[in-house]
């Protein structure tokens, strides 16, 4: 990665934003609002080829990545005990940012601040898409559906996971087959891996261009009236989410000795792509170099990890979609019931593991978590409009989780002493 990356970053974010309240109609009003609609398509266009660049490659970087992560191991062993590990710790972090999320919102009640003008004013029921209705299955036809069967169906719907657990398999019989029959498939997929990555390296020089067209984009639809009409309960998102980040570098500093700034330095970069992105996948390569390059986690970790990672662990999506679904059960006077806020907290758990890691699928998820606890759904409208800025924040979060997880695993793991030394700015 260039050096300075960061900045070119912060200034492509900066110069969006402002640039986009110039346009905005609902802020400084320059131009028309059908002129400066027409214009944000394209002042979006090289933002949304640099996505589209990095969802084309996800899937050979994450399939190859994850094999030779797996293969790295040496032994089943290791790999048995780094799955053991990571499988809960995923799901204990899960269920402390859906702890945090409903604590923040029982404590602030921000539902409780929108006023009525702004109720009457909601649009009619927003319709649920069939893939998200199709989420929500028994227990047992959902543990059936994570066998890879069908590649091609699982591309169209954007679901990584097929290919993670795919991948696990192939790893895990690599590992397990004679050396000279496994060395030509390991030869090919070290291959694919250079070759995505190469495509990465590509598209990154997109990147400051890439956030400065979506931003801008993004503040010129949504303006001023809509983050300051919901300025409360975008507070209390934000708020479970710094405190869920706060909970991060306990772990760290816990487990790796490191503390919360210097922590903060390391991994600044990935935030930055994250928060101006929204994408876990995006930032997914930056997110391995950091990891190996920074915080000295083995590739065998690190390949294996961050890309689950970025599939099953979404903490801060977990925690938006909680504090989300309270705020409109305060908004329209709905009672939960304990037996309710179990059944919610479960449906997040869920819900967030396995999710698209690409813009805006948690209000698609969210849609269906509102019906099963009897939310009116046209109540989505009311925080559509500040939606991609929380999902700016909440990937920043997955994608700091999925660096705290590796490096936890790389302490259990004990594979070498990593992180707990001192680590270098700047190395990369």
Request: hydrophobic letters at 55%.
């Amino acid at each position: 990665m260039e050096k300075m990356f960061w900045l070119k970053v912060i200034v492509g974010m900066v110069s969006g934003v402002a640039v986009g309240l110039l346009l905005s109609p609902d802020a400084l009003g320059l131009i028309e609002k059908d002129i400066a609609y027409a214009i944000a398509p394209w002042i979006a266009l090289v933002g949304n080829v640099f996505l589209e660049l990095i969802k084309m490659i996800v899937i050979p970087l994450v399939m190859s990545s994850i094999i030779i992560g797996i293969t790295s191991a040496g032994d089943t062993d290791t790999l048995k005990e780094l799955g053991l590990r990571i499988a809960p710790y995923f799901i204990f972090t899960t269920v402390v940012a859906v702890a945090i999320g409903m604590s923040v919102s029982f404590l602030l009640q921000p539902g409780l601040s929108v006023s009525t003008e702004v109720l009457r004013s909601l649009p009619p029921a927003v319709e649920v898409s069939k893939s998200a209705e199709a989420t929500f299955t028994t227990l047992p036809d959902m543990i059936v559906k994570l066998i890879p069967v069908n590649s091609a169906q699982a591309e169209l719907d954007g679901n990584i996971l097929f290919f993670v657990i795919l991948a696990v398999f192939m790893g895990v019989a690599l590992i397990n087959m004679k050396h000279k029959d496994a060395q030509p498939l390991l030869q090919l997929f070290s291959s694919l891996q250079a070759f995505a990555m190469t495509i990465v390296g590509w598209t990154m020089k997109l990147a400051p261009y890439a956030v400065f067209g979506l931003l801008c984009s993004i503040t010129i639809k949504v303006g001023l009236d809509a983050i300051v009409s919901m300025f409360f309960y975008i507070a209390t998102v934000v708020l479970g989410l710094l405190a869920l980040l706060c909970f991060y570098f306990i772990v760290i500093y816990v487990t790796a000795g490191i503390p919360p700034w210097r922590m903060l330095s390391l991994v600044k970069e990935v935030q930055l792509m994250a928060f101006s992105t929204s994408s876990s996948a995006a930032v997914m390569p930056l997110s391995i170099e950091t990891a190996e390059n920074k915080l000295k986690v083995p590739p065998s970790i690190s390949k294996f990890v961050i890309p689950l990672g970025a599939t099953v662990n979404m903490d801060g999506t977990a925690l938006y979609q909680v504090c989300a679904a309270i705020f409109l059960t305060q908004l329209f006077g709905i009672d939960l019931s304990i037996n309710e806020l179990l059944m919610l907290s479960i449906t997040t758990v869920g819900a967030s593991i396995g999710a698209p890691s690409t813009p805006g699928v948690g209000i698609v998820i969210l849609a269906t978590i509102l019906q099963n606890i009897g939310v009116p759904v046209e109540g989505i409208a009311l925080i559509l409009g500040v939606d991609r800025i929380l999902d700016m924040c909440r990937t920043t979060i997955n994608v700091t989780g999925d660096l705290t997880a590796s490096m936890v695993m790389t302490r259990l793991v004990g594979q070498r002493e990593v992180a707990s030394k001192p680590v270098e700015d700047g190395q990369s």
